[in-house]
C-alpha cells in the first residue's frame, strides 16, 4: 500500500472519531460512523489552525478525541502477528504504547489535508446480535479516483471500537506485519520496541515537539 492511501486512511479515521461525543452504546455502528464523520468535516474545514498544518493542535485533538475509539492494544496484536504471543506482558504494553504513538505521529498532519472529500457511506451488512462489524464507506476527491475505506468495529463493554481500518482492500495494521516480523528476526521483540520508538522520537524531533 502506498504511503499515500495510509495517509488518506489514517486520516479518514481521525476525522471519523473527532468529533462531538455521541453514546456509543446507544448508537448502531454505521450511524456513528455517519454522524461523527459529518459533524467533523465541517469543523476541520472551518479550523483555520488545522488547515494551516498546525501539527501540536492536530495532536491534541487526537489524542482527547480519537484515541478512546481504537482497541490500540488489539491494532498492535495484528500488526505484530504470531510473535505477539512470544512478548512478555511488559514488552505487549510497551509494544502497543509505541504502536499506537507511530500511527498518531506519523500521519497526525493528514487532518491538515482535508478539503473537499466526501463520504458514501454503503449499507450495513449486519444483524443486531453481531459484535464485530465492518463499515463500509467510499471517498471522493476532486481529480482522483474513489477509495473505498473500511471500518472494523468491535463491541466490548456496550461500545464500539475501531481495531483496523481497510483501505482499497487493505489493512492497516496488518500492512505493518511484514517489517515488524523482519526487525523481530533480526533483532528480538526489543529491538522492535526500540526501533519503533526511534521513529517517534525522530518525527517528534521533525514535528516540533
Not at 499515500?4 to 453514546?23: D, Q, V
Not at 451488512?125 to 462489524?133: E, F, G, I, M, T
Request: some cysteine; glycine content about 6%; charged content about 25%.
Amino acid at each position: 500500500m502506498t504511503k499515500e492511501l495510509f495517509t488518506c486512511c489514517l486520516m479518514l479515521a481521525s476525522a471519523l472519531f473527532t468529533g462531538p461525543a455521541i453514546a456509543s452504546e446507544d448508537a448502531a455502528p454505521d450511524a456513528l460512523v455517519r454522524h461523527v464523520s459529518e459533524e467533523v468535516l465541517a469543523i476541520v474545514r472551518s479550523d483555520k489552525a488545522i488547515q494551516s498544518g498546525d501539527t501540536r493542535r492536530v495532536l491534541a485533538l487526537v489524542d482527547e478525541k480519537v484515541l478512546p475509539h481504537f482497541d490500540f492494544r488489539r491494532m498492535t496484536m495484528l500488526a505484530v502477528g504470531k510473535d505477539w504471543r512470544s512478548a512478555t506482558p511488559e514488552q505487549q504494553s510497551r509494544l502497543t504504547s509505541a504502536f499506537r504513538t507511530l500511527l498518531v505521529r506519523t500521519y497526525s498532519n493528514a487532518l491538515t489535508q482535508y478539503r473537499n472529500q466526501t463520504i458514501d457511506f454503503k449499507p450495513l451488512r449486519a444483524s443486531l446480535d453481531d459484535k464485530q462489524v465492518r463499515v463500509k464507506t467510499e471517498v471522493s476527491q476532486p481529480g482522483a479516483q474513489p477509495i473505498s475505506i473500511d471500518y472494523s468495529l468491535e463491541k466490548a463493554n456496550g461500545s464500539w471500537k475501531v481495531f483496523d481500518v481497510i483501505v482499497a482492500g487493505v489493512s492497516l495494521v496488518t500492512n505493518y506485519r511484514g517489517s515488524f516480523g523482519d526487525e523481530i528476526r533480526a533483532r528480538g521483540i526489543d529491538g522492535l520496541i526500540a526501533s519503533i520508538e526511534a521513529k517517534n522520537k525522530s518525527l517528534e524531533t521533525a514535528q516540533g515537539g
